[in-house]
T-cell receptor
């Protein structure tokens, strides 16, 4: 089992819709969770961090964490074509204290 | 505040050569991590340095090495380059090991021919 699993996609949504990106992880000791956005040919950009169970909202982005289910998600409301990118679910593993990345979900927002 | 700076941005090397990549973290950040990104393997952790000491190491051969200087700048070296080493090499800086948010540089695109 991979440490961080994401649906690789591609995921396509129409402009203005809600995009839902999901991720599960295996290390129960993980305490820190992040979502990075990576445009093609660019480096990852941190867009959300979440540390406790529940929802965290920042503008059009909402991160959700459920440690009991080992599940993290990212919702993008009012999706825009500029949101088209690969989204990387990332955890800071409890034991090794290093970031582990999922393989990424490629999102396309259709105008 | 300047971000993470990686040099060079692009590099073409021949099999068997060696290469050194540089990373200057955000001012005040003491932790630097290195990653290799390829289309097939995604982002793979190479190593992390904090206060000039290697704190973590990923599952890469000994040809991959690194170091960190007293000003927190870090270098990564790859010796005896192989075609499979062609990748985007990214470094990320964190303020400290207890501070978990990491910020990436623009990366160095290495092509081995």
């Amino acid at each position: 089992q991979k440490e961080v699993e994401q649906n690789s996609g591609p995921l396509s949504v129409p402009e203005g819709a809600i995009a839902s990106l999901n991720c599960t992880y295996s290390d129960r000791g993980s305490q820190s969770f992040f979502w990075y956005r990576q445009y093609s040919g660019k480096s990852p950009e941190l867009i959300m961090s979440i540390y406790s169970n529940g929802d965290k909202e920042d503008g059009r982005f909402t991160a959700q964490l459920n440690k009991a289910s080992q599940y993290v998600s990212l919702l993008i409301r009012d999706s825009q074509p500029s949101d088209s990118a690969t989204y990387l679910c990332t955890i800071l593993s409890g034991s090794a204290r290093q970031l582990t990345f999922g393989s990424g979900t490629q999102l396309t927002v259709l105008p | 505040k300047a971000g993470v700076t990686q040099t060079p941005r692009y590099l073409i090397k021949t099999r068997g050569q060696q290469v050194t990549l540089s990373c200057s973290p955000i001012s005040g950040h003491r932790s630097v991590s290195w990653y290799q990104q390829t289309p097939g393997q995604g982002l793979q952790f190479l190593f992390e340095y904090f206060s000039e000491t290697q704190r973590n190491k990923g599952n890469f051969p000994g040809r991959f090495s690194g170091r960190q200087f007293s000003n927190s700048r870090s270098e990564m070296n790859v010796s005896t380059l192989e075609l499979g080493d062609s990748a985007l090499y990214l470094c990320a800086s964190r303020q400290g090991q207890a501070i978990t948010e990491a910020f990436f540089g623009q990366g160095t695109r290495l092509t081995v021919v």
